[in-house]
């Protein structure tokens, strides 16, 4: 999945960080109700780790999303906030 995401242009990565973060929070949700079901908890640790590879991906190439990454994409200083936020034009 890692080669992948770099295929990917920068609103084709930020939609597929969409996609798998609602998987993530729609199965955390079911195994609020149903912690024994074991191929729940393994959807949601495949889904997890594809959504932090995104995440590392995007903020290697883009700038972090969240607090997680932004150790890599900002190695000197913190001037990611110099560029256009997700939801500004030219963002994503």
């Given at each position: 999945m890692k080669n992948m995401h770099r295929s990917m242009n920068q609103n084709q990565l930020m939609e597929h960080i969409n996609q798998v973060s609602f998987a993530v929070d729609e199965v955390k949700l079911y195994l609020d109700t149903h912690p024994c079901d074991s191929e729940a908890l393994?959807?949601?640790?495949?889904?997890?780790?594809?959504?932090?590879?995104?995440?590392?991906?995007?903020?290697?190439?883009?700038?972090?999303?969240?607090?997680?990454?932004a150790d890599y994409s900002c190695a000197?200083?913190?001037?990611?906030?110099?560029e256009p936020w997700p939801w500004q034009e030219g963002g994503c």
């Amino acid at each position: 999945m890692k080669n992948m995401h770099r295929s990917m242009n920068q609103n084709q990565l930020m939609e597929h960080i969409n996609q798998v973060s609602f998987a993530v929070d729609e199965v955390k949700l079911y195994l609020d109700t149903h912690p024994c079901d074991s191929e729940a908890l393994a959807y949601f640790h495949e889904m997890s780790a594809h959504r932090n590879d995104a995440l590392k991906q995007y903020a290697s190439a883009y700038g972090p999303l969240t607090v997680d990454t932004a150790d890599y994409s900002c190695a000197e200083r913190w001037n990611w906030i110099n560029e256009p936020w997700p939801w500004q034009e030219g963002g994503c």
